[in-house]
């Protein structure tokens, strides 16, 4: 009886120990992967506050990639607006040697830098709404450049015919502006009150400089149209001139607010980079209090182990002992 006892205790203990052993094992690996099973009552308090430090990470992560977006938005936009001034400031230099060489004026060269203009303007625009430009029966946006080759293409296609001045200033109204003109039904179907914005935190938001259908950059785009058609023309020299001289003063008249738009986008990249700065020191404090929570320290595991062991041998001495007293009475 005695030896039965005995062999049935030792194998339990052998058994109970080997579970535990295999509890704590799993309880590390738990942890190190990331999991929070299997947790003892201490850390069982812990878990909302694990949840909690999780989920603060995972919204730090998404608003970490929304910064990141926003940074190339606005650098893409700051290059459109460099192109855009630089384009405005060698016109109006160019403008006045025009008079004393007036061949200039119609050159493959001109028509080019025209629309290298042009085409900045539509990516400003495109970029602002967040990809509004549209295609003849196609619901899918295209890359800024081949948006404005459709647009010129179409542009020259409608209004390719030769006109004077006033003329092409007319169609060119007729073809961008109101609901029913050709700018509008097949290009753009942009929303006054929509516009791309980055929420960069809970409580702020960064807006672009412009909204996508600006009447200020709209009128641009007009501006610079009829320049290349006036250019493809080529209208007589004298309207021409006068075509330039107009185009050069309203680009001009334009210059401040475009100047204007870069600088707060500089502060705009400033506020992007103290938002990265800080979000980064609240990812360590989170990652190092979800350290602290969920840390098991494996040097007093396997202490708390060995006494567990110590105990139960101690356990089944004194069961053991029992039994053989017990068997003694008994006999006796």
């Known amino acids: 009886m005695n030896l039965s006892f005995h062999t049935y205790a030792r194998a339990n203990l052998s058994s109970f120990t080997s579970q535990l052993k295999a509890e704590i094992l799993n309880l590390s690996a738990d942890l190190s992967a990331g999991k929070h099973t299997n947790l003892g009552k201490a850390q069982v308090v812990q878990i909302p506050l694990i949840q909690s430090i999780q989920s603060d990470l995972q919204n730090a992560a998404t608003r970490a990639i929304i910064r990141q977006d926003a940074d190339f938005f606005f650098t893409q936009t700051e290059l459109s ?129 412009f909204r996508g259908n600006s009447e200020a950059v709209k009128m641009m785009l007009k501006t610079a149209a009829k320049l290349i058609l006036a250019i493809d023309a080529p209208v007589p020299a004298p309207d021409l001139a006068q075509i330039y001289q107009k185009t050069a003063a309203s680009l001009h008249g334009s210059l401040d607010n475009f100047q204007q738009a870069r600088a707060n986008l500089g502060i705009t990249h400033q506020r992007l980079d103290q938002q990265n700065a800080f979000a980064k020191n609240d990812q360590n404090a989170l990652e190092l209090q979800m350290a602290e929570l969920t840390d098991i320290n494996k040097y007093d595991a396997t202490v708390a182990l060995q006494d567990a062991e110590t105990r139960l041998e101690n356990l089944y001495l004194i069961t053991a002992k029992l039994s053989k007293l017990s068997l003694i009475h008994f006999l006796k």
Do not use: C
């Open 81 to 209: 607006l460099a192109n855009i001034t630089a384009y405005i400031k060698a016109e109006n230099e160019r403008v006045v040697d025009l008079s004393s060489a007036p061949q200039a004026m119609a050159t493959r060269d001109a028509s080019a830098k025209a629309e290298s203009f042009f085409t900045a303007l539509v990516g400003l625009i495109n970029r602002q709404s967040g990809g509004k430009f549209f295609f003849s029966g196609h619901q899918s946006h295209r890359a800024a450049l081949s948006d404005a080759k459709t647009i010129l293409t179409a542009l020259r296609q409608d209004l390719g015919a030769t006109y004077t001045a006033d003329q092409l200033n007319t169609a060119l109204n007729i073809w961008f502006d109101g609901a029913s003109a050709r700018f509008e039904q097949d290009f753009y179907h942009g929303d006054t009150n929509q516009h791309k914005t980055f929420q960069i935190n809970a409580g702020e938001s960064l807006s672009p400089p």
